[in-house]
């Protein structure tokens, strides 16, 4: 039993010795810290500036040709209803789908709706019949892919009639919606 306290207390004392700190390490001098935010004594401090360079955008000319190139889809822009009715009738379905997809592939462009009617009813009607006709376009339009902050629609009622005339033949070109593009309206 003896020999195992002996060895032990020699084990213990080796290990005690080995953890033991060198004399004077609380007396070293302490790293040197360099400050680079500020620049050496005697250097030009002068900030270089970038050459500006203008961005070119070489896709745009092409993508506004084709809103106003007469046998692109894109160019025809009012959707026709009958009395009294907001629904899109079957024939400009297409013409709404095309805006929808460049709304989609265009996430800059920005649209206007128009809704429109004719001169019968009252103010109060008409307006309110004005803004179901660009509401349903707004609505095709985001089902169809586009973004809600893309469009913006509008009741003119009664206000700006594309005929003048007081038959159907004026009255049916004033029942429409009108789709316009940022910057021309």
């Not at 207390?9 to 680079?36: M, N």
């Not at 026709?80 to 024939?91: A, F, G, P």
């Amino acid at each position: 039993m003896r020999v195992i306290l002996v060895t032990a207390l020699g084990l213990a004392a080796g290990f005690l010795a080995s953890c033991q700190t060198t004399p004077g390490a609380d007396q070293q001098a302490a790293a040197k810290v360099e400050d680079k935010s500020k620049p050496p004594a005697g250097a030009d401090t002068k900030s270089v500036e970038r050459p500006k360079i203008a961005a070119v955008d070489v896709t745009a000319g092409k993508k506004d040709a084709a809103l106003k190139d007469p046998s692109n889809i894109l160019s025809k822009r009012s959707i026709y209803y009958d009395l009294d009715k907001y629904d899109v009738r079957d024939e400009y379905r297409t013409l709404v789908e095309a805006h929808a997809k460049y709304l989609r592939e265009n996430s800059t462009a920005r649209i206007l709706i128009q809704g429109n009617t004719d001169e019968r009813g009252s103010r109060e009607y008409n307006v309110s019949l004005g803004q179901r006709r660009s509401d349903g376009v707004k609505r095709m339009l985001i089902l169809l892919g586009a973004r809600d902050e893309q469009i913006e629609s509008v009741s003119l009622g009664e206000e700006k009639p594309q005929a003048d005339g007081h038959n159907e033949d004026a009255w049916s070109k004033n029942r429409r919606s009108d789709i316009l593009y940022s910057g021309e309206y």
